[in-house]
C-alpha cells in the first residue's frame, strides 16, 4: 500500500511541477545540464528552493521529470512528494489567489485519494483478457497525462467513486424520469425515430412499465418526455434541486430500467452491457481535471444538429466516405430541462445537471474482421509494463506500424480542417482506433456537441449553414473556452493542433519514443509527411492559406493556470510546433 501511495504522489508531483514551469506559472532559474534538452530548475519559494531536473521533449516543448524533487532549506536537502507544501512555498508569476489555490489542493489530494484507491483495487484483481473495445476503455485508467488533477472527481466520496468510477468496471442501472414537453428543450436527428430508439434501449417490457406508470397520472408516450438519469446525480441532486418540479407534477419517477451499464473513462458516458443499445451521455455534477461533469443545455441542443451536418458533409464528400471511411459516432437524440420560470438563482443552481445526449455505440459499425481500441489505450501498459499494443508493433514493426496509424489518424482531421474548415478537440478519449488484427485502418470520432470549431467564411460547399445554438453569454463567462464559431482562424487551427497534436499524438508519439527508441523528431517527421502527400493529392484548397501548420509557434492551453486564476479569459502560451522543420 505506502508503494502504491507513493506511485501516485510521484506522478502528481510530475505532472504538478512540470506543467508549472511549462506554463511559467512560478520563478525559477534555468541551468543547462546536457545536450541532450536536460536541464536544471531552482525553483524559487519563501522558505525553500525546488530544484528538478527536466528532459524537454520535441513534442511542443512538453517537459519531463528526469530527477527527484529536491527541497532546499538553508543547509538542508531532502527529496520530496509533498506537493502541497510546494504548491503553498513557491512564488508565482501572478499574485497568488488563496481561495484559487486552496481549491485547487482540494484537488490534487482527491486524485491522490482516489488514483490510490484505483491502484489499489486494479493491484487485487487478477489480469483481464482484452479482446474488445469494451475491454481496453475499461482497462485504460490512467486518466489525463498532463493535468496534475487528473482523477480529482470532486463530489464524490471514495464509496461514490467504488461504485461509479470506470476504474473499477462497476454495472448499474438507470434511473429514469418523465418531464412536461414545456420544460425541455429536444433536439432529434433527422435519422432517428425517437419512439423505436426507447424501445430498442428500454426494451418492450420495461417499456410498458412505464407506459403504464404515465397513463396512471394521466399522461403518455406522447405527451411527457423520458429522460434517463445516473444514479448519483438521481440521489445528490434530482431529489434536491428539482423537488419542486416533482410536487407540482411538472416530473415523474417512472423507476429503474433493467439494461445495464459501465461508466467510461469520461464518467458521465454510460456503455451498456448489450451492444446493440446506445451511449447514454448524462451530467454529473462533479469536477473532474478542469471540468464541471455537466451537460449545458445549448450543447446539448446542438447534438444532433451537428451529427446531421457532419453526416451531411460526408454524404457528398468520396474521398471522407470511401476512402478513409471515417466513422462519426452520431449523437442523434438530446433532451435538455428548460424552465425560464425559475429564477436566476435557481437556474444557475441547476444548470446542466438534468438532460442526457444519446450517441451511437462503436459497436454498430465495426465489420466482422474490425476491432477497434480508444486513444488513450495506445500509451497503457499491462501489469508487467509493457504496452498493450507491444503484440501489434512486435508483428509489423515499430517504425511501420507508426508510420501506418499517424497516416490512419492525422489524414481525417486535416481533410476536415483543410477541405471543410472545420477542427475536431479529438483528444485520447475523443478518438478511437479501428484496426485488422492490430493494423490500423481507420478512425472513429465523437462528442460533437461542444467539440467543434470553425470560422463560417472558410467553410466548404457542403458544411455551409450549419443550424446551431450560439453559446449563451452566461456560459461564456464561465468557460472563455467554449464556442463553436469564431473569425479567429488562428483559434481554429490552435482548436486541433491543441487537442489532436498536443495533448493526443505528442502523447503517443512521447511514449514510443521511450518505449521503442524511434525518436520523436523522426515520427513528427512522419506526420509531416503525411500532411504533405494530403497537400500534394489536393494542391489547390484555399484553406491551406488559412490554416497553416506548420508555423513556428502555436498557442495551447494552460490547463494548470486555469486552476490557480479566474477563468476571466482565454489562458494561452506560445510553443514551439514540432510540425516546423528546423532551419538548420
Known amino acids: 500500500m505506502k ?11 510530475e505532472q504538478l511541477v512540470t506543467s508549472l514551469i511549462y506554463e511559467d506559472v ?30 524537454q521533449s520535441e513534442s511542443f516543448e512538453r517537459l519531463r521529470l528526469i530527477s527527484p524533487v529536491w527541497r532546499i532549506a538553508g543547509e538542508e536537502e531532502a527529496v520530496t512528494l509533498d506537493y502541497v507544501q510546494l504548491l503553498r512555498e513557491v512564488r508565482f508569476t501572478f499574485d497568488k489567489d488563496e481561495q484559487k489555490l486552496e481549491d485547487f489542493i482540494v484537488e490534487l489530494l482527491q486524485t491522490e485519494l482516489k488514483d490510490t484507491q484505483a491502484q489499489r483495487y486494479r493491484a487485487q484483481q487478477s489480469s483481464m483478457p482484452l479482446t474488445t473495445f469494451d475491454d481496453y476503455e475499461a482497462y485504460a485508467i490512467e486518466g489525463h497525462m498532463y493535468h496534475p488533477s487528473y482523477k480529482s472527481r470532486l463530489g464524490f466520496t471514495l464509496d461514490d467513486n467504488a461504485r461509479y468510477g470506470p476504474d473499477f468496471r462497476p454495472s448499474f442501472q438507470l434511473q429514469w424520469i418523465a418531464i412536461a414537453p414545456d420544460y425541455v428543450e429536444t433536439t432529434v436527428s433527422t435519422s432517428v425515430d425517437t419512439v423505436a430508439l426507447l424501445q430498442r434501449q428500454l426494451g ?6 412505464f407506459e403504464k406508470t404515465l397513463q396512471q397520472h ?70 473532474n481535471t478542469s471540468t464541471k461533469r455537466v451537460l449545458a443545455p445549448h450543447t446539448i441542443e446542438n447534438a444532433a444538429q451537428i451529427t446531421d451536418w457532419l453526416k451531411r ?6 474521398y471522407l466516405q470511401q476512402d478513409l471511411k471515417t466513422v462519426f459516432l452520431g449523437e442523434v437524440l438530446g433532451h435538455a430541462y ?12 441547476i444548470y446542466g445537471a438534468l438532460g442526457v445526449i444519446w450517441r451511437e455505440n462503436i459497436h454498430h459499425y465495426l465489420a466482422s474482421h474490425e476491432s477497434a481500441i480508444p486513444f488513450n489505450a495506445l500509451y497503457s501498459v499491462d501489469a508487467d509494463n509493457r504496452p498493450l499494443i507491444d503484440a501489434w508493433l ?77 453559446t449563451p453569454e452566461a456560459h461564456r463567462k464561465v468557460n472563455q473556452n467554449s464556442f463553436i464559431e469564431t473569425e479567429d482562424v488562428d483559434l481554429v487551427r490552435d482548436f486541433l493542433h491543441d487537442a489532436f497534436f498536443f495533448i493526443n499524438i505528442a502523447e503517443i508519439i512521447d511514449f514510443v519514443a521511450h518505449q521503442y527508441e524511434i525518436k ?32 513556428p509557434t502555436i498557442q495551447v492551453e494552460k490547463l494548470t493556470t486555469r486552476r490557480l486564476r479566474e477563468d476571466v479569459a482565454l489562458r494561452l502560451h506560445e510553443v514551439r510546433n514540432p510540425l516546423r522543420r528546423s532551419e538548420a
Not at 448519483?232 to 434530482?238: P, S
Not at 458533409?313 to 468520396?318: L, N
Not at 428548460?338 to 443552481?349: A, G
Open 3 to 13: 508503494h502504491l501511495i507513493e506511485q501516485v504522489r510521484q506522478r502528481i508531483m
Open 26 to 55: 512560478v520563478r525559477y532559474e534555468q541551468t543547462p545540464l546536457d545536450d541532450d534538452g536536460c536541464d536544471t530548475y531552482d525553483i524559487e519559494g519563501e522558505a525553500a528552493t525546488y530544484r528538478v531536473q527536466l528532459q
Open 204 to 209: 418492450a417490457e420495461t417499456l410498458a412499465a
Open 218 to 287: 394521466g399522461h403518455s408516450l406522447e405527451t411527457m418526455v423520458l429522460i434517463p438519469v445516473h444514479p448519483w446525480q438521481f440521489e445528490h441532486i434530482i431529489q434536491v434541486e428539482f423537488a419542486e418540479a416533482w410536487m407540482h407534477g411538472e416530473m415523474l419517477w417512472l423507476g429503474t430500467s433493467d439494461e445495464m451499464y459501465v461508466p467510461q473513462q469520461s464518467i458521465r458516458t454510460l456503455t451498456p452491457t448489450d451492444r446493440n443499445k446506445y451511449y447514454l451521455k448524462t451530467p454529473i455534477s462533479i469536477t
Open 313 to 318: 458533409i460526408q454524404s457528398k464528400d468520396t
Open 338 to 349: 428548460h424552465n425560464p420560470t425559475l429564477s436566476e438563482v435557481k437556474q444557475q443552481r
Open 394 to 470: 512486435s508483428k509489423y514493426g515499430a517504425e511501420e506500424w507508426m508510420a501506418q496509424f499517424l497516416s490512419v489518424a492525422v489524414t481525417p482531421m486535416i481533410h476536415m480542417l483543410y477541405y471543410h474548415g472545420i477542427a475536431f478537440e479529438s483528444h485520447a478519449q475523443n478518438m478511437m482506433l479501428i484496426h485488422e488484427e492490430g493494423w490500423p485502418t481507420r478512425i472513429a470520432l465523437k462528442d460533437f456537441h461542444d467539440g467543434v470549431r470553425f470560422n463560417p467564411i472558410l467553410l466548404s460547399e457542403s458544411a455551409q449553414n450549419p443550424q446551431l445554438r450560439d
Open 520 to 551: 520523436a523528431s523522426e515520427q513528427w517527421e512522419m506526420v509531416r509527411t503525411v500532411i504533405e502527400q494530403y497537400q500534394h493529392q489536393f494542391p489547390d484548397l484555399e484553406n491551406y492559406r488559412h490554416f497553416d501548420l506548420f508555423v
